[in-house]
């Protein structure tokens, strides 16, 4: 029996499939853990990735893709579970892979999508009082327009921001 | 540049060269090397390229032994009041270099993570454009700031 | 709060915050501090408020934790105690703040060290500090672009960024590149871990005590970056290597370059290996210091030099191979230490076989196209232009909307100087990909100094964090 064939075995709900020749098996959130140690047993020991994509206009939003590697011989596979957006929470694997939690903490920090158990969920790779989740489609990249110096009518050096909003008063967070 | 005892004269004015004449040949810099620029700026401190010769290769870690910071790869907005902390730390007389097209103005990543542009945060004396700049770039940049300091000091 | 005198806000309004699973536990009163979008000219803050912008809140490392969090910071999966630990009084107990700027972190890393004595108890990664928004980035650049932003994530090895995204694309698009491509792909990218290791060997070197191997390091790095700037057109960050092949062809000559590059950095190679290795005190760094055991390479998903120094000898380009490397013989080094001194060990030799491989390909290089015939793929040459509107309507679509890419997903992975670098690349048809996620090999490697530092001097803290090789832009990107 192939390592896939033990996964698919173990947990019921798993559907294996392939996705441009590579082995992907696709779980119900809920079940995420157990293929994770499924797929432990059966062989693929090392963990390697988990993050996050945001499909925006289909139905779960959100889909968290985890990839494992087995060495002898050498064989991957992707594990997708996908996450609604009006409930973005998904059960962490970090109690099977303790590798799982800086990746975690990431898909947290930049995609909002929350991992229940998980010992120590907050933010990453950005500030801590950072508003929003930037990786999600509906946030802008955040690009700030150019004024070259030439077109402006400012005379001190900051070129950041259209010539008007140079001196307001900021506005408190919201 | 007027002094205490009235407008310049032949002896501020050697007093301010010679001043400058010895600030310039022994600025040591800050090590704040952030990311590829600072992989250039470590092999402007090599043997190939050598800093040495203008007396600069001692990076000082604590930035109260240094002169200048050379600010070399992107600001991110985490990093932007570790940044500032640094500079405040300095004493003066201090100079600020901006190497490199993010430290600049934010390079190709205008976006949400960087400070669009280091002189947000820190005043700058020389920009070094690149991507990354090469040592000779920031040799020429280093230099122009030598010249910068010693044309201050004749009152241009 | 006093207001400061000068604040510039960009025109971005941050999204409305509204799905949490868990909020961030923010000590109250920091709600207060403004956007992160503001910029401002301090001097005029308290001192008070100097410090809240550099304590990150619940980024640090606090007394009480809960159980998980201490085991993670203990780096408790095997508990090797090469100091037993033994309980101290509070006040014997210290928090110490290591970066984010520090000369010897390689980079923007922030490690809270709680010590006892010199005892090291617990460590915290607090990353973050050059976090570039790289992902968010590759979804506004087209395929072509994509290059440009990936070679600089990992800025050490930036030609195996570039590789891994062409390959990716490569793969969606279902188009093979010629045999020449790979080649010189093949060629490129082994120089390119050979200028990495000579890079990581001096600075880790410097960091400690053979000064000497700055210098030393750099000299030969040089021979490597000096091809690249003549094929590529710059030392670092080259855009390269592109889907559906390489941006130009190797220049005249560039045998003599290569065979100059291969005898020089052989004979460093001895120079390094009669300074360090049997030098009494780099033994006494370096033996024994920052031991990884093969189940926490397992858990941590640790890959590449520091998997094959405790024994694990997983290579992509032996199990997953690309890009025609399995026509060239080379060994793998494997060492069982798992200590800085195997470390160094394994990356000699892997300077060595990477040699070896360039000399095969230089010997062997095929002629043919540097790129794919495809023309929606890879653009016409100049020439052309001139005489065939295809060409020019060709030339015009693929720089100015890009080409598109099939709807699908893949993860490609390729062996980077720092370990397993993969990409997975989701398309939905469109000229610019859906998403991109780069798996950096030292994001894990970060992960796993916990499991490396507890219990072990903090003499040590900076010889095995250096022989993880973390790369930050990998890290953070």
């Given at each position: 029996?192939s ?18 020749g590579?082995?992907v ?29 945001d ?8 889909e ?5 590697l ?34 975690e903490?990431?898909a ?7 991992f ?5 969920l ?9 508003q ?24 001190h ?5 259209s ?12 | ?7 310049p ?18 600025m ?6 952030l ?10 401190g ?9 007396g ?16 070399a ?27 490199g ?32 700049p ?10 122009t ?11 241009r | 709060?006093?207001?400061p005198?000068?604040?510039?806000t ?13 909020s961030?536990?923010i ?12 910029v401002w ?9 100097m ?8 980024q ?31 006040d ?71 590789l ?29 871990r ?29 021979l ?24 130009a ?53 640790i ?8 024994g ?75 005489q ?15 080409f598109?890419v099939p ?31 780069v798996?950096?090999p ?5 992960q ?14 900076i010889?095995a964090?250096a ?11």
């Open positions: 029996m390592r896939i064939e033990a996964i698919t075995a173990a947990v019921p709900a798993a559907v294996a499939a392939d996705s441009l590579q082995a098996v696709r779980v119900p959130r809920e079940s995420l853990p157990a293929v994770a140690a499924a797929a432990r047993d059966a062989g693929f020991t090392m963990f390697l990735d988990l993050c996050a994509v499909y925006l206009t289909r139905d779960p939003r959100f968290v893709v985890v990839h494992l087995a060495m002898d011989p050498p064989e991957r596979v992707r594990l997708l579970a996908g996450v609604p957006g009006d409930d973005p929470i998904a059960p962490s694997i970090t109690g099977v892979f303790a590798g799982a939690d800086f990746y903490r990431e947290f920090d930049l995609f909002g999508i929350g229940s158990g998980h010992p120590d907050t933010r990453l790779l950005l500030p801590d009082d950072w929003g989740h930037p990786l999600r489609k509906d946030s802008p990249v955040g690009s700030v327009p150019v004024v070259f110096k030439a077109a402006s009518d400012r005379t050096e900051t070129s950041v921001g010539p008007s909003s140079g001196h307001h008063e900021p506005e408190t967070a919201t | 540049m007027a002094s205490p005892a009235g407008p004269n032949i002896l501020t004015v050697s007093f301010n060269r010679a001043v400058a004449w010895a600030r310039t040949r022994s040591w810099p800050a090590s704040f090397g990311a590829c620029c600072a992989i250039e700026m470590m092999a402007t090599a043997a190939h390229n050598d800093l040495s010769r203008f600069m290769e001692v990076f000082r870690a604590s930035p109260r032994q240094a002169d200048l910071m050379i600010v790869g992107r600001v991110s907005q985490k990093m932007a009041p570790v940044l500032r902390q640094v500079y405040d730390q300095m004493a003066e007389p201090k100079w600020v270099i901006s190497m097209a993010c430290a600049s103005t934010g390079g190709m990543f205008n976006n949400y993570a960087l400070v669009q542009g280091v002189d947000q945060v820190v005043p700058v004396d020389v920009y070094v454009p690149g991507c990354p090469g040592p000779q770039s920031l040799m020429h940049g280093i230099l700031l030598q010249e910068q300091i010693q044309d201050k000091a004749r009152g | 709060m006093s207001k005198p000068h604040v510039v960009g025109d971005l309004e941050a999204p409305a915050d509204t799905q949490q699973a868990k961030t536990d000590a109250a009163g920091q709600s207060e501090r403004r956007s992160v979008h503001e000219v301090s001097g005029t803050e308290a001192p008070d408020e410090r809240r912008f550099t304590d990150e809140g619940a640090e490392m606090l007394a009480d934790e809960s159980e998980a969090v201490l085991a993670g910071q203990r780096g408790s999966i095997v508990v090797d105690d090469y100091i037993p630990g033994r309980e101290s009084p509070e014997e107990i210290q928090i110490l703040n290591m970066g984010p700027q520090h000369p010897a972190t390689h980079g923007v890393l922030r490690l809270h060290l709680e010590l006892d004595g010199e005892t090291i108890r617990r460590v915290k990664p607090i990353i973050g500090y050059l976090h570039t928004g790289m992902e968010k980035t590759a979804e506004a650049l087209s395929f072509l672009q994509g290059p440009t932003n990936v070679t600089r994530m990992d800025y050490l090895s930036p030609l195996h960024n570039e891994c995204f062409s390959l990716a694309t490569e793969r969606l698009l279902g188009i093979e590149v010629p045999e020449r491509a790979n080649a010189i792909r093949v060629m490129m990218t082994e120089l390119n050979v200028a990495s290791h000579l890079l990581w060997s001096a600075t880790t070197g410097l960091d400690i005590g053979a000064l000497s191997m700055m210098i030393y390091g750099w000299r030969e790095r040089e490597v970056l000096a091809f690249f700037e003549k094929t590529t057109g710059l030392r670092m960050n080259h855009n390269y290597i592109r889907p559906g092949g390489v941006a062809d190797l220049p005249d000559g560039w045998e003599e370059d290569v065979a100059g590059i291969i005898t020089g950095v052989r004979a460093g190679l001895r120079d390094y290996e009669d300074l360090l290795l049997d030098n009494p005190i780099f033994l006494e760094r370096t033996k024994g210091v920052g031991v990884l055991a093969p189940e926490e390479i397992h858990a941590f998903g890959t590449g030099p520091l998997a094959r120094a405790s694990i000898g997983y290579d992509v380009r032996r199990a997953f191979p690309y890009s025609g490397i399995e026509q060239y013989d080379f060994d793998v080094p494997v060492f069982d230490g798992g200590d800085v001194y195997d470390r160094f060990l394994v990356r000699f030799e892997e300077i060595r076989q990477s040699l070896r491989i360039v000399e095969q390909v230089k010997g062997a290089m095929p002629r043919g196209d540097y790129r794919s015939e495809d023309r929606k793929v890879t653009p016409p040459p100049r020439a052309r232009i001139d065939s509107m295809e060409a020019l309507i060709h030339h015009f679509k693929i720089f100015t909307e890009g598109k709807a699908g997903e893949t993860y490609q992975a390729v062996e980077s100087a720092r370990g397993e670098l993969g990409m997975y690349l989701v398309s939905d048809g469109g000229a610019k990909p859906w998403r991109l996620h798996r950096g030292s994001f894990a490697h970060v796993a100094l916990p499991a490396m530092l507890t219990d072990s001097l903090i003499a040590d803290t010889a964090l022989s993880a090789d973390p790369v930050m832009g990998d890290v953070d990107r």
